[in-house]
């Protein structure tokens, strides 16, 4: 999951990648294979970069399993309280 303000561009590219390593360019770069430089999201924005495909697919992954994290955790909880609701009231 893709933590911070940071975002890696490398010299050639058009598209800037998190530092998460299920992105193959993001993969090259932590590995020392390809050279990268940090800057912040904001600013690879401003400049023309859009976030690549692989690390876009990941970032949307990611949130879907918060959302879906939270809904599950509620729903246990309301199923925790109905059963020890029944279980007190009878």
Do not use: N, Q
């Not at 303000?5 to 800037?16: F, R």
């Not at 430089?37 to 690390?55: D, F, P, S």
């Amino acid at each position: 999951m893709h933590k911070g303000d940071k975002v890696l561009i490398t010299k050639a590219g058009k598209y800037y990648h998190y530092m998460d390593d299920d992105c193959p360019t993001t993969s090259r770069i932590l590995s020392g294979r390809t050279a990268a430089t940090k800057i912040l999201e904001t600013e690879a924005k401003r400049r023309g970069y859009t976030l690549c495909r692989h690390c876009a697919k990941e970032y949307a992954e990611d949130l879907a399993e918060r959302k879906g994290c939270g809904t599950a955790a509620i729903l246990f909880l309301t199923a925790g309280i109905s059963a020890f609701s029944a279980w007190v009231f009878y």
